[in-house]
């Protein structure tokens, strides 16, 4: 680290820059008015969109303040062509999404996507929209190529916001909402919990005499007569509250002069948990929040008029804190299971009702201890850019230093309680048996965590049109190191990387980029890779059969084909290195002299290298008849040398633990689509209408995997998470049906049962009936829309996944298997005496070895159409605001994750456990000095 | 501002001229760490040695033929009983409680490929892998002489032999891996199954090697290392075994799909001279014995001779032994806990009918039921009473006489059902009692009784019952009190005599179920119903107590002439891989 640090000095002290600001470089080309205006992001600089021959979708951060939600990652539903997004649970703090570009292209460990704030490293989760000026979507290998080893998932560029010359600009925004669970699963009642039981405990064989709840005891369920014997809770309601608040707080300064740009934000994000509030109740419990702090301050300064600083200076500061020992999953855990009859909150003493089975949720929130944790995000570069039109004009150079990590600290206290079982006494005594013995706090009052990352970058930028010409370069020079937790030896990297644009005319335009990067993971001979790539564009509305063209307003074809690479190729560090192990230990000796032993670890990998993707895309951009976009990509990816074991060539003559070897092989093929409609901007109702959609099927071609007994039980041309499942062909109808089926080795059945197809014809049904049954949800789409009429403005964002199936599993869906309870979605099911209509099998009151196995009865559509954002607001300005000293003041009403629409009747399509995901509505002002 | 320029390109050469590499220095290579790696454990002898210890531990698999037990290394060492159990109840010797056991498929011959297969077969490979890169590495070791490295090259040699060996007889020809592969040139080299003929040369070769450059003894500390005995007795076993009726034949006993391969099962002739290499090759190891250290044991009473050779640590009738401490527990457990041995290893009634001789030489009478079992006991071989644990026998101070009747409860601590009314004492010292679970235990694997009755068997085979044949049973059966074989015997008559002898002197050692499948006798003893006894005690009790039996067939046998020559797993569960379909192997006839 100090080796790049003083490098880095030295690298700034011989600057040779050239402005980063975009603008520099194209002036003196008479723009056509129909060329796009915007500006690209593509990393180590930015081009004007005519320019772009890449395929990459960019959206502005003023957009995501649409959606309500403390993670950056929720905010970024269906808004960028071919990012997917999938929603993570509803937890404050820890609801990041996950993000794909493109779909998955590996089965191996990495699909993570490179996120890069201002160009380095960084999660994006914890930034708010205020300070984001564009994210941006660079998916082909023309505009991934650059970032060489890491680049083949698609990369997705956050730019934080910068100052411009002009008057201070101020802007403040307060917003207050609610959070309520999206959805939570729907349990049946005590009474129906004890009848269906019965009717379980009948079908596994008990006599009906004999089964747990005699008539009085359903009477007292049904009544609800007496509480404490026979209670009836709904242990949702009982922990969590409805509703819980979230505030956001916003205040920025921009502006800046020919000598200083500034921009400067502090962010407040105040988010209460779904737990009912505690921490005033007991001394061992806590309230679950979520706040968070961010300050961002990015300053550039014109030291001379050839020399400037620029000084990025980001992050964050957050606390959580959670009852119960932070243990979510396991709270919803128990409020998933807990049968309703199992026992009261609190007993008649005021003491918590409980059981040997399962302790109480209620009680588990007030008196299991708390959990704090801090969490900091920092992230500062520092970076000179000088312009050196006197060596030749256009050409620029910059360096820039950067540090960025994150440290996490927490506390996490947890103890025992007491609680008590009830059971009849005399008369109308109750008798109370004691469960638990209470103790002290104990546990972990600190750790942490960190991540610590520093590079060092130089650019040389060249910039120039000579008349209708247009050249514009960059050549970059990386090195980087990254720490993980507290010790363990950092990650290195080093690279160069080049962008070389040529366009003539505004019509032809070509484009040679490359990333030249090594790694300290692979040998010295191996440890460099090239990845190159070109792209074509023409803008045919340029030529002159197409120039003024009233409908073909500008229309662009573009093309690339390149090769990328992804370093998250899983197995161990420095593979290629040969370790030795202890193994165990011999004896020699005539006294049995005990030795230790050093053997051969898993071979070593001499030859592993990065997974390297060849990637092929055309596409095209047009407006037509003045206000309708359109957009179209198709893509093709070629995945190969993904690590794998040769489990089938390599015979076990090798004697010891294959290596993992670049032998595997997938594609990845598909398309983009939006389609955009802008009206005019003059009229007093304007509007925009904008439909993404992409689709993307990806297949294993090549994994190695050991020979199998049946064809279909090959993961080879399946899709990469192809589910393997037993196929359902309904109920067995009686013993006739079941004597004249394959045998199923699971478990002895009997009607009612799920019944599974044999697949390869051999009588038995057994671990070869696995049959590759289930989609992955390979396409996306979204609708957005937005209008504007005398102030009002009303915005909304649709979005869906189809082509989707979801897998039912767990205790909302299993009903009594684990000594769990039984939701809705069991009411239907087998009988003899609705055998025909049932949809669900028969009962069984132990866990069933049959039924609950993976099959297609559990497989249900999952497509859905979500309403991610829905915004309303009305603008005041003009005089009366004017008089306040206000430029403009907004207020609006918000509305985030409202509604969905899917098949699915009992929970979220995205997430079937755990902390349900969660909507919010809220109001908010924002006002402009 | 001519300065400013001049620095600046000064400052793009430096960068430009050099690498990044050297801009860095080694700014991208591993710093040092605390992992070994291949170069440093061969940086020197004293690192090399804890290689050479693994080799050791991961080469020598156990003697004990453990391939019909379920479990892979590891497990094993800690249970003898499941040791002796998974190969002694496969043979004729025992029968096992535990109906899972995979030796009670194979007594019914319902066993298929799956659960025959030999659960060391991968390990075997590794133990390989170990050997090679000792041999292939050992001369970049600096600070060692010439002749360390040839005592290592011999003793890795030797392993090698010893695994090839233990593939030899379970399969017979089988690809011959000679040095370390990377995973990407085995992909591509085929190496199809060697032919008997090639199997055998192999292993004698290396034999050879190893016989030249090891050393006949080790200094105390290291005792437990290869000995020039050791590839002696190794190349003695395997010409034995090459000689036997499995392979010196003209067929096998069942033809490979492709008669082509039938090489791999079997010579695909007769020769008589291979008897005669295998008769002077056990000779050398009784005439080298002495040289080693290494005798018979006589000195110790014709009732304790045999029984100290089994239970006393390192002593001189031991050629080798895996120094690997086993741990009986799981016997013991067996022995104290689940009183009668039901689940455990019993030997068959038809064991002790067949093999147990008076002790006059002639053969005991075992009627289908009587009163005297105490008394025919007490006749039989010296060595019945130093092998099997049977009613009446003192077992020790702990365990006191043991009792296997049969009779009303409470039956007493050693009383409960047996099925066949024995247990397996040998290897089991008195040590090991309930407190003391866990007495070490070196595995034998060679011991120099072996190649007495070898030298006989093929000396009898080459030339007919000479006097030298004569000579060598009678050795081994006069230090336990048995007369000598009578003389005059035939060819025929002599050759069933030295097979009952091996029977006896080494039964429960894991030769048995070999001796059978090389003479290929599969049929003859392991088909049929198979014999235990109902003990009870006599009426009305005596004192001190005696007991009557009943015999009976608590099981029929069925042979499958397919169990000659194991088979290759066909499929990837179980942990097993799917060799077959990678194209190197042959199957084995009728899997």
């Known amino acids: 680290m100090t080796q790049i640090i003083k490098s880095g000095f030295i690298l700034l002290i011989f600057v040779l820059g050239i402005s980063l600001s975009p603008s520099s470089w194209a002036q003196g080309i008479v723009e056509t008015s129909s060329l796009p205006k915007d500006t690209v992001n593509l990393g180590y600089g930015s081009q004007p969109a005519w320019m772009v021959t890449g395929s990459v979708s960019q959206v502005k951060g003023e957009e995501l303040k649409k959606n309500f939600t403390p993670d950056a990652g929720n905010t970024l539903y269906g808004r960028l062509l071919g990012l997917g997004v999938s929603q993570g649970n509803g937890e404050p703090g820890l609801q990041s999404p996950t993000l794909r570009i493109r779909g998955i292209n590996t089965f191996g460990t990495g699909n993570d996507i490179l996120v890069l704030v201002d160009g380095y490293e960084l999660p994006i989760g914890q930034l708010v929209p205020e300070e984001i000026e564009t994210i941006t979507v660079l998916k082909d290998a023309s505009a991934t190529a650059i970032y060489g080893s890491k680049g083949a998932n698609g990369v997705l560029l956050v730019t934080t916001k910068r100052g411009h010359s002009g008057p201070l600009k101020v802007e403040f925004s307060v917003q207050h909402g609610v959070n309520r669970a999206t959805d939570l699963p729907k349990f049946l009642g005590s009474y129906d919990y004890a009848r269906l039981y019965n009717e379980g405990q009948v079908n596994d064989g008990v006599l009906p005499g004999d089964v747990q709840y005699s008539q009085e005891a359903m009477d007292a369920y049904r009544t609800g007569n007496s509480p404490y014997l026979y209670p009836d809770v709904d242990w949702y309601s009982e922990v969590l509250r409805k509703i819980a608040p979230s505030s956001n707080y916003n205040l920025n300064f921009s502006g800046g002069t020919s000598a200083v740009k500034y921009f400067v934000m502090a962010n407040m994000v105040d988010i209460g948990g779904l737990y009912k509030k505690t921490e005033d109740l007991s001394d061992f419990s806590i309230d679950s929040k979520y706040q968070r702090f961010n300050f961002r301050t990015n300053v550039d300064i014109q030291l001379s008029n050839r020399l400037t600083a620029h000084l990025t200076l980001g992050g964050t500061i957050d606390d959580k804190s959670n009852p119960a020992a932070n243990n979510t999953s396991s709270i919803f855990n128990s409020l998933s299971m807990l049968p309703p009859n199992s026992f009261p909150v609190y007993n008649p003493n005021r003491t918590y009702g409980g059981s040997t089975l399962y302790s109480n949720p209620y009680g588990d929130l007030l008196e299991t201890g708390m959990y704090t944790s801090n969490g900091r995000i920092f992230q500062g570069s520092f970076g000179l850019t000088e312009q050196l039109d006197m060596i030749t004009k256009g050409l620029s150079m910059s360096a820039n230093i950067s540090f960025n990590n994150t440290f996490t600290s927490l506390s996490n206290k947890s103890r025992k309680y007491a609680s008590f079982s009830l059971s009849p006494g005399e008369g109308s005594e109750l008798i109370y048996t004691k469960i638990g013995e209470p103790t002290s706090l104990s546990g972990n009052e600190g750790q942490s965590d960190q991540w610590r990352s520093t590079t060092l970058r130089a650019y040389l930028n060249y910039a120039r049109n000579f008349g209708v010409n247009a050249f514009d370069a960059a050549v970059l020079f990386n090195s980087s190191d990254q720490s993980f937790g507290v010790g363990g030896l950092p990650y290195v990297d080093q690279g160069v990387f080049g962008r070389f644009t040529f366009a003539n005319n505004q019509k032809y335009i070509g484009e040679v980029s490359f990333g030249y990067n090594a790694t300290d993971n692979f040998p010295k001979k191996s440890r460099w890779g090239l990845f190159p790539a070109v792209s074509l564009g023409w803008i045919a509305s340029n030529e002159d059969f197409l120039s003024g063209s009233s409908v073909v307003n500008y229309l662009k074809v573009r093309g690339s084909y390149g090769l990328t690479g992804n370093d998250q190729i899983g197995g161990d560090r420095w593979m290629f290195r040969q370790n030795y192990v202890g193994q165990g230990s011999y004896q020699f000796g005539t006294t049995n002299t005990n030795f230790g032993t050093i053997g051969e670890g898993t071979i070593a990998s001499g030859d592993v290298t990065w997974e390297k993707q060849t990637q092929f895309n055309i596409g095209m951009e047009a407006t037509v008849y003045k206000n309708l976009e359109l957009s179209f990509d198709i893509f093709q990816q070629e995945r190969y040398d993904i690590l794998a074991t040769p489990a089938r060539v390599v015979p076990s003559f090798i004697g010891v633990s294959l290596p993992e070897l670049n032998v595997g092989k997938t594609n990845n093929k598909g398309f983009e689509a939006m389609v955009r409609y802008n009206s005019d901007q003059e009229s007093d109702l304007r509007y925009f209408v904008q439909m993404n959609a992409w689709y993307s099927i990806n297949k294993i071609i090549d994994n190695s995997e050991p020979f199998e007994v049946e064809d279909y039980l090959y993961r080879t041309g399946r899709p990469i998470g192809q589910r393997f499942l037993l196929e359902s062909v309904g109920f067995f109808a009686d013993q006739a049906d079941i004597a004249n089926s394959p045998r199923q080795i699971f478990a002895e059945v009997q009607p009612g049962d799920i019944k599974y197809k044999d697949q390869n014809n051999d009588g038995v049904i057994d671990q070869s009936d696995y049959y590759p049954s289930g989609r992955n949800g390979s396409f996306t789409g979204s609708l957005q829309a937005g209008f504007e009429y005398k102030g009002f403005d009303l915005e909304m964002m649709f979005q869906g996944i189809g082509n989707r199936d979801v897998y039912l599993e767990g205790s909302y869906f299993y009903a009594f298997q684990n000594n769990a309870k039984i939701s809705e979605i069991a009411i239907n099911r087998w009988t003899p005496s609705t055998a025909s209509t049932a949809d669900y099998p028969r009962l069984s009151a132990g866990n069933n070895q049959n039924n609950f196995l993976p099959s297609t009865f559990w497989l249900r559509n999952g497509n859905f159409i979500k309403l991610r954002s829905l915004e309303l607001g009305y603008t005041l300005s003009g005089s009366l605001t004017e008089r306040l000293g206000v430029k403009q003041a907004r207020v609006f009403l918000n509305g985030t994750n409202l509604f969905s629409l899917d098949k699915m009747d009992f929970t979220d399509p995205e997430t079937m456990s755990g902390h349900p995901p969660v909507r919010t509505i809220s109001l908010g002002a924002k006002i402009n000095l | 501002m001519r300065n400013i320029i001049s620095i600046l390109l000064i400052g793009l050469i430096y960068l430009t001229s050099t690498s990044c590499e050297d801009m860095f220095g080694d700014y991208l290579d591993k710093a040092p760490g605390i992992d070994i790696t291949a170069d440093t454990i061969f940086s020197s002898k004293a690192e090399s040695e804890r290689f050479l210890v693994a080799v050791y531990e991961q080469a020598l698999q156990s003697p004990w033929g453990y391939d019909t037990y379920r479990f892979g290394r590891g497990q094993q060492m800690n249970n003898i009983y499941n040791t002796i159990a998974g190969f002694v109840t496969k043979s004729d010797e025992a029968e096992m409680g535990s ?330 010292s008195d040590a090991v009692n309930n407190s003391n679970p866990s007495e070490p235990k070196n595995w034998i694997w060679y011991r120099l009784n072996e190649f007495y009755l070898s030298y006989a068997e093929a000396l009898n085979e080459a030339q007919g019952p000479v006097t030298a044949a004569y000579e060598a049973v009678n050795r081994i059966r006069s230090r336990s009190g048995m007369p000598g074989l009578p003389a005059g015997l035939t060819q025929e008559q002599f050759r069933e005599r030295v097979r009952k002898e091996r029977a006896v002197e080494m039964a429960f050692d894991g030769h048995r179920w070999w001796d059978i499948l090389r003479w290929q006798i599969g049929r003859e003893v392991l088909n049929g119903p198979f014999y235990g006894l109902k003990i009870y005690k006599n009426q009305p009790i005596t004192t001190p107590l005696t007991f009557r039996y009943e015999r009976y067939a608590f099981e029929t046998r069925v042979w499958q002439d397919r169990f000659y020559y194991y088979p290759f797993s066909v499929n990837s569960s179980s942990g097993a891989t799917n060799e077959m379909n990678k194209g190197h192997l042959v199957q084995n006839p009728g899997w």
Request: include cysteine; hydrophobic fraction near 35%.
């Open chain 2, 99 to 428: 109906g899972w056991f995979i030796s009670q498929g194979i007594n019914n011959g319902t066993t298929t490929v799956t659960p025959f297969l030999d659960r060391l077969y991968s390990h075997r490979y590794t133990g390989l892998r170990y050997v090679h890169t000792m041999f292939e590495r050992i001369d970049d070791v600096p600070d060692a002489d010439q002749n360390y490295k040839e005592n290592i090259k011999g003793e890795m040699i030797f392993l090698r032999a010893q695994i090839y060996f233990d593939f030899f007889r379970r399969y017979g020809g089988m690809p011959i891996v000679e040095r370390t592969y990377s995973p990407v040139e085995l992909a591509e080299t085929f190496i199809p199954r060697s032919s008997v003929a090639e199997m055998v040369d192999f292993i004698v070769s290396d034999c050879n090697y190893a016989i030249e450059r090891l050393p006949d003894s080790y200094p105390s500390q290291w005792k437990g290392r290869i000995t020039k005995g050791a590839a002696l007795a190794l190349k003695a076993k395997t010409l034995l075994y090459a000689a036997s009726p499995r392979f010196n034949t003209t067929t096998p006993i069942l033809s490979m799909d492709d008669p082509a391969n039938n090489d791999m099962l079997c010579y695909g002739n007769y020769d008589e001279n291979r008897w005669q290499l295998a008769a002077d090759a056990a000779k050398a190891v009784l005439d080298w014995a002495p040289s080693g250290g290494v005798w018979l044991i006589e000195d110790k009473g014709v009732d304790k001779n045999y029984r100290y050779a089994w239970e006393v640590h390192d002593n001189p009738e031991i050629i080798m032994a895996d120094k690997k401490a086993y741990n009986p527990q799981s016997y013991t457990y067996w022995l104290f806990k689940t009183v009668g041995g039901g689940d455990g290893p019993m030997p068959t009634q038809s064991f002790v009918e067949y093999a147990y001789e008076k002790k006059d030489g002639t053969e005991q009478v075992w009627e289908v039921e009587a009163t005297n079992l105490d008394q025919k006991y007490s006749e039989l071989d010296w060595r019945f009473h130093q092998t099997i644990g049977y009613t009446g026998f003192y077992w020790n101070k702990q365990r006191g006489v043991l009792n296997m009747a049969l009779g009303p409860a409470p039956a007493g601590p050693h009383g409960a059902a047996n099925k066949t009314g024995y247990m397996i004492k040998k290897h089991i």
